[in-house]
């Protein structure tokens, strides 16, 4: 059960550097198509990609808190 706590816990860090990444790239090609490509939507919308990471990482580190108690049982 603790190597699973691990593998949770790397994977919930590793989602969230995926992504700020994702995030903020599309906030750049979002800038950018406003400016040069009439783009209507705002650039803040590119922040709504972060909603499904965030549920990712929320349920990473609830399973990795979980595998953790259990381990010390």
């Known amino acids: ?3 699973l706590s691990i593998i949770f816990g790397l994977l919930a860090a ?3 550097d995926i992504m700020c990444a994702v995030v903020a ?3 750049r ?3 950018c198509g406003i ?3 009439g783009y209507s939507a705002p650039a803040s919308t590119a922040f709504l990609l972060a909603i499904p990471y965030l549920i990712g990482i929320v349920i990473c580190i609830v399973l990795a808190i979980t595998f ?6």
């Open 1 to 3: 059960m603790k190597k």
């Open 29 to 31: 090609d979002m800038l």
């Open 35 to 37: 400016e040069h490509a």
């Open 68 to 73: 953790m108690k259990k381990s010390n049982h």
């Open 14 to 16: 590793l989602l969230s």
């Open 25 to 27: 790239y599309n906030y």
